[in-house]
């Protein structure tokens, strides 16, 4: 069966704080619980990162964030993490958690998709959840057993591509994402859509890394783009956007006026530099709200399983950062106007290749 659901967001965020992670195979998640999570409880939420890993001060830190702080707020309540080294800890992980009689396990990331597909299918009596992404049988149907948690990116990406239009003092920008899949399409074609809505003129430089958990790739590729006359990169690339912060820092101290636009959380801190940040603004998506909101639904016997559960621009599932001290007047101003025509039906923002020549066609 297949249900969309959009829920309203609530907009309290208390930062919490990192645990040590777990191990990376069965026997090491034994050995780690979270100081933060309450051991035995009735309840029990725990998620397997990615290989970015919980400290990734971006996507599975986000997640990591919510379901800590919904374990906070909540007594006799079970949270755990286990961090996944490399692609092939996904499945074991999984099911290392579905094995404890976890009350739902979640699979933070697209790339999990086979792996909770699997094991949602051999435990149909366990309650799961994955973030970005709908996983489907055979027949094109979702499991009862497997919430599907998206957002739109897409609409996001829009926004902070219009700040990006605007501020860019060279009329040329870049992209820089992770795995190119068609998840990170979205953040691509979302962002170009937003420069060109506002910069007809303006050149976009795109590459991938192939990694979302290879700082120094990203800080190769930050250096070659800057160098080629971008002074504004956008990643979509978790950890390896990571070095885009350090290759931005490292010229802003030698006087150069370059600027990152960060992705999933408020990046501002991690662009900060003796007196200065080359934080311009980060295109948050709430993460942590959709783990939560999940968690306490499950809690409270309202399990999702089989929707399809978005969050977009109208509840504030998607939007730009709080930190706006190097956003322009004119780019608040736009990003007001621009959600509001997104919102109404007046702008189609692009997800694909496809949509996105369209679009750029009509400009």
């Known amino acids: 069966m297949k249900k969309k659901f959009s829920f309203l967001l609530t907009t309290v965020l208390a930062a919490g704080t990192l645990l040590a992670a777990c191990g990376q195979d069965d026997g090491d998640a034994d050995e780690a619980q979270g100081d933060n999570g309450a051991e035995g409880g009735s309840f029990s939420a725990k998620m397997v990162t990615d290989t970015g890993g919980v400290d990734d001060r ?13 374990g906070n707020d909540f007594d006799d309540v079970e949270v755990d ?14 099911n290392r958690l579905a094995r404890e009689d976890t009350d739902i396990v979640y699979a933070i990331g697209f ?13 149909d009596d366990k309650q799961f959840a994955i973030v970005d992404t709908v996983v489907e049988n ?3 149907d979702t499991y009862e057993n497997i919430a599907n948690i998206t957002f739109a990116e897409h609409e996001g990406s829009f926004l902070v591509g219009a700040v990006a239009g605007l501020q860019t003092d060279g009329d040329h920008v870049g992209f820089i994402g992770g795995v190119e899949s068609p998840l990170i399409k979205k953040f691509e074609n979302g962002f170009k859509a937003g420069v060109k809505a506002v910069n007809p003129d303006a050149e976009i430089s795109i590459q991938y890394a192939q990694d979302f958990n290879d700082a120094s790739r990203g800080q190769q590729i930050a250096d070659t783009m800057y160098g080629n006359g971008a002074d504004i990169i956008y990643h979509a690339a978790g950890g390896t956007g990571n070095g885009v912060f350090t290759e931005a820092i490292d010229r802003a101290r030698g006087g150069e006026d370059v600027w990152v636009i960060g992705v999933d959380q408020d990046q501002h801190e991690q662009g900060a530099y003796d007196d200065g940040n080359v934080t311009l603004t980060s295109m948050v998506k ?15 016997g309202e399990y999702p399983g089989g929707e399809i559960i978005e969050f977009g621009l109208d509840d504030n599932g998607v939007g730009i950062a709080e930190s706006q001290e190097n956003v322009s007047e004119e780019s608040l101003q736009a990003v007001e106007e621009y959600k509001e025509m997104i919102l109404n039906g007046d702008v189609d923002v ?11 066609s009509n400009l």
């Open 81 to 94: 993490y286990i961090q996944s080294g490399d692609a092939s800890d996904y499945e074991p992980n999984l």
């Open 111 to 123: 790339l999990m998709e086979d792996d909770i597909r699997t094991v949602a299918e051999q435990n």
């Open 286 to 300: 709430r993460v942590d709200e959709a783990v939560y909101q999940v968690s306490e639904q499950t809690m409270n």
């Open 58 to 70: 971006s996507f599975n830190e986000s997640a990591w964030d919510g379901l800590e702080r919904f």
């Open 138 to 140: 055979e027949d094109g």
């Open 350 to 360: 692009p997800q694909t290749d496809e949509e996105y020549e369209e679009y750029e």
